[in-house]
């Protein structure tokens, strides 16, 4: 989604720029845009948190802010994926995202300007990146997944800081994200037409292959069952399901705006998600951080069943929103709109009536629903 959302703002700059735009401010409104919410939160656990409570284990709470103390600054640099996700372990995918969106104009300049090269240079990279993903599961023995009830897996030291961490093991779908944008830019003012039958192939295979990657592990997940696992299976799900689920997302985004969507469409325009979009960044940067501190505070053992499991969940999602929202209204709203006066523009566009107008039929997941350039994280996504 990261992909496509900035594909798709940065192409509309373009066209109307004749190919032109702020390299400088492209970067810094990302930077100013996600940073300083990350950096209050993150300031309070280095300084605040350690002090607000005990239990137990409020070691882990106070260790946890020892290490921001320390290394805060790889983490506001976005390199904490390449120096040690220590302090907010979460935030190493903010660190990737920054990069790739760095990145990102070698992919999207060259669609804009010579389509064929553009779309061969993308091709060619998520091709490479996979082949390269293939080869690292082979020479290291990679698991295919970081599975607790498989705890001899997770003992392979390359598995986290050689691969799950890593920009370029994660870059493919991001780049799949940026064809998408490219087409939807390119059919923007248009809509592609599909028989019935095309229509019910593409979600029958992208409910399968969506089915695969849910559970196609679940035959391995007890060790003491299959304490060796197929390496076949091992090296082709461990390698392709997140650019297979990236390709199932790409779909159904592509179905819904070009009018295909059905019910799916009619769920995921649900306004009731608009409030709750523009919280989820807040929500990722605040709940791993809180159920440390839970697990910390909790004075009596944890009996489990599935009934205390849901109840935990809810419990702890209704939480975390609240948390969000608050956070969302008295620092990151404000500090928003700060940068906005600072940074933004000051001079008035003139209104797009034509292109406004001329965007494809009017569907949940429409054209005019993606942020413009600028705007293309204010849901909040990672």
Request: net charge positive; proline share 5%.
């Amino acid at each position: 989604m990261s992909g496509l959302l900035v594909t798709y703002s940065l192409m509309r700059q373009l066209d109307r720029n004749k190919g032109r735009f702020n390299v400088g401010f492209f970067y810094l409104h990302r930077y100013l845009r996600l940073t300083p919410v990350y950096a209050v939160i993150l300031g309070f656990i280095a300084t605040l948190l350690a002090y607000l409570g005990s239990g137990p284990n409020w070691q882990n709470v106070r260790n946890h802010s020892l290490v921001c103390r320390s290394r805060w600054w790889t983490n506001l640099l976005y390199i904490n994926n390449f120096l040690g996700a220590d302090c907010m372990g979460e935030t190493w995918y903010l660190a990737c995202d920054m990069q790739m969106f760095i990145l990102s104009p070698l992919f999207i300049y060259p669609l804009w300007r010579w389509r064929k090269i553009g779309l061969s240079w993308a091709v060619f990279n998520i091709l490479g990146l996979i082949g390269g993903t293939i080869a690292i599961f082979i020479v290291w023995d990679l698991p295919a997944m970081g599975f607790f009830t498989r705890p001899n897996d997770t003992s392979n030291p390359h598995y986290y800081y050689g691969y799950y961490v890593q920009t370029w093991t994660r870059f493919p779908p991001y780049i799949l994200g940026i064809l998408l944008g490219w087409i939807l830019h390119k059919t923007k003012n248009s809509r592609i037409k599909m028989n019935k039958g095309v229509v019910a192939a593409g979600w029958f295979f992208a409910t399968l292959i969506g089915l695969a990657v849910v559970y196609g592990m679940v035959p391995y997940l007890n060790e003491l069952e299959i304490p060796e696992m197929n390496d076949v299976a091992r090296v082709s799900y461990g390698s392709l399901h997140r650019f297979a689920w990236a390709t199932v997302v790409a779909w159904i985004v592509f179905a819904c705006i070009h009018g295909y969507g059905g019910f799916i469409n009619r769920f995921l325009s649900w306004k009731a998600f608009i409030p709750l979009a523009r919280l989820t960044y807040v929500v990722y940067l605040v709940h791993l951080n809180y159920l440390t501190v839970y697990h910390a505070y909790i004075r009596k053992p944890y009996y489990y069943t599935k009934f205390t499991h849901v109840e935990h969940y809810f419990g702890v999602l209704l939480m975390v929103f609240f948390m969000a929202f608050a956070i969302s209204l008295t620092v990151e709203v404000p500090l928003l709109n700060l940068e906005k006066l600072l940074v933004s523009p000051t001079k008035t566009r003139k209104p797009e009536m034509d292109e406004n107008k001329q965007t494809i039929p009017r569907v949940g997941l429409n054209m005019n629903a993606i942020p413009t350039y600028g705007d293309e994280n204010k849901t909040g996504q990672f």
